[in-house]
């Protein structure tokens, strides 16, 4: 089974800055787009951003462009983002999310908890 | 962007009876339309994609309808563990889009 694990999440001051990261195992990390999905406490789902697995395709929501940047390693398996200028909207649980062979999301990590608050 | 409204917004029924959940398109997402199930404290689960096809693991009483812009997330017999938010997704066009969820709760 499919497993994705996120870290790094925390409590930063806004306008601070916080990299996420996710490990990935047991299926062929390098051959799956993957995605950032965020959930605001007691709020609804919203993608953040979509990188293919060849790193040759990558977008962004309209709210975190030019703040947040993804990247992956596939020599690790491993998914990240580097979010730059936080802003207490960006207080949410950050899921880790793959994008499967339908191209829909078919794995989700269990989130880390990003709160952004003086 | 490609709005997705859900109605509604909450549905209160008993154990064994059918529930049908609603999401609405700003704009054609053809069949590209997902359906997820999101149970308290856990991460959401794909249930349904191209509109109509189950994922794995799916029980037979969910299913999935439309195209265009109006899609039916239907469970025919409701169970207990049915409880639950739902959240349609498309991808027809990025950004990537989800409605606003649907809750669904067992008398």
């Known amino acids: 089974e499919v497993l994705l694990v996120e870290s790094g999440g925390g409590l930063v001051k806004p306008g601070g800055c916080l990299r996420l990261?996710?490990?990935?195992?047991?299926?062929?990390?390098?051959?799956?787009?993957m995605n950032w999905v965020r959930q605001a406490p007691g709020k609804g789902l919203e993608w953040v951003s979509f990188?293919?697995?060849?790193?040759?395709?990558?977008y962004y929501a309209d709210s975190v462009k030019g703040r947040f940047i993804i990247s992956r390693d596939n020599t690790e398996n491993s998914l990240f983002l580097q979010m730059n200028s936080l802003t207490v909207e960006d207080t949410a649980v950050y899921y880790c999310?793959?994008?499967?062979?339908?191209?829909?999301?078919?794995?989700w990590g269990q989130g880390t908890l990003v709160t952004v608050s003086s | 962007e490609i709005v997705l409204t859900q109605s509604p917004a909450t549905l209160s029924l008993s154990s064994g009876e059918r529930a049908t959940l609603s999401c609405r398109a700003s704009?054609?997402?053809?069949?590209?339309l997902a359906w997820y199930q999101q149970k308290p404290g856990q991460a959401p689960r794909l249930l349904m994609y191209?509109?109509?096809n189950r994922a794995t693991g799916i029980p037979a009483r969910f299913s999935g309808s439309g195209s265009g812009t109006d899609f039916t997330l239907t469970i025919s017999s409701l169970e207990p563990e049915d409880s639950a938010v739902y959240y349609c997704?498309?991808?027809?066009?990025?950004?990537?889009?989800f409605g606003g969820g649907t809750k669904v709760e067992i008398k």
């Open positions: 999310v793959r994008e499967g062979v339908q191209k829909w999301f078919d794995s």
């Open positions: 990261s996710c490990a990935a195992s047991r299926f062929t990390f390098s051959t799956y787009g």
């Open positions: 990188i293919s697995g060849g790193t040759n395709y990558i």
């Open positions: 704009q054609s997402v053809s069949t590209y």
């Open positions: 191209d509109a109509s």
């Open positions: 997704q498309q991808r027809s066009n990025w950004p990537l889009t």
